[in-house]
């Protein structure tokens, strides 16, 4: 299963409310960030780890699949595109 695939198929509920509480941690730290305001060095450092970790979050939630409700018809379309390549004349 490539990458695509996996973000295209579909997400456990944990990974569903840990990829929203990721992708808010990235809105409020990414704000900050670039706040107009002369900000504290301490809060701006903290805010741009925040922005790294809410972006590592949010996409490893989101390739995250639940295999229980993929489709037979999506499993077997895997299989057979996995199938493809195996050798042909009896010999493996």
């Known amino acids: 299963m490539n990458v695509v695939e ?11 409310v840990l ?4 992708l808010a941690l ?8 670039a706040a107009p305001v002369a ?4 809060i701006v450092s903290t ?5 790294v970790a809410g972006g590592i979050i949010s996409a490893i ?8 409700a993929l489709d037979d018809e999506v499993i077997l379309k895997r299989l057979q595109k996995e199938n493809e ?8």
């Open 61 to 68: 939630s989101q390739i995250t699949v639940d295999e229980a």
């Open 47 to 51: 805010a741009g780890y925040l922005v």
């Open 85 to 92: 390549n195996l050798a042909r004349d009896g010999n493996e």
């Open 19 to 22: 990829r929203s509480i990721g």
């Open 26 to 33: 990235l809105a409020i730290s990414g704000t900050i960030v």
């Open 39 to 42: 900000l504290p060095a301490v």
């Open 6 to 16: 996996r973000a295209k198929a579909p997400t456990p509920k944990f990974f569903k």
